[in-house]
């Protein structure tokens, strides 16, 4: 925990440790989970195993330079390039993994989990561009 204590943004993991009574989560979420936290390592240089954990503690620094617009889904993922652009420090701990509600739905068109990737893949490209363009502005 004192890793964590000079984090700007504490991330959980269902996938860092194994606990009692762990939930099996859906075969789709996983698998998209694990392509989606690969994809942001490869791209952003980061080394999360759990892009979409919803436990997160923020520090200052972390919520004055993260300027959240996508309020889905998806909204972890442009907090991942956020952090990565503003060099924000990450750390992950260990949470158990729920699913309480196997048969959740997403909504609409996110059910189907081709779509869901192809979501989510879209909003990583327009979050990194966004950082570009911001950055583009900052530079000239």
Not at 67 to 93: D, F, N, S
Not at 98 to 112: E, K, N, V, W
């Amino acid at each position: 925990m004192a890793a964590a204590a000079a984090a700007d943004i504490v991330s959980g993991s269902r996938y860092l440790k194994r606990f009692p009574g762990d939930s099996r989560p859906p075969v789709a979420r996983r698998r998209i989970n694990m392509e989606i936290t690969a994809e942001i390592n490869a791209r952003l240089g980061l080394a999360i195993t759990d892009a979409f954990c919803g436990f997160k503690a923020y520090s200052r620094r972390a919520l004055a330079a993260l300027h959240v617009t996508e309020t889905g889904y998806a909204m972890p993922l442009e907090v991942w390039v956020q952090a990565a652009a503003a060099g924000l420090k990450i750390v992950e701990l260990p949470v158990p993994l729920l699913y309480l509600d196997l048969a959740r739905s997403f909504g609409g068109a996110l059910d189907d989990a081709t779509t869901r990737l192809a979501y989510y893949r879209g909003v990583l490209d327009r979050a990194e561009a966004a950082v570009a363009a911001g950055a583009a502005v900052l530079a000239s």
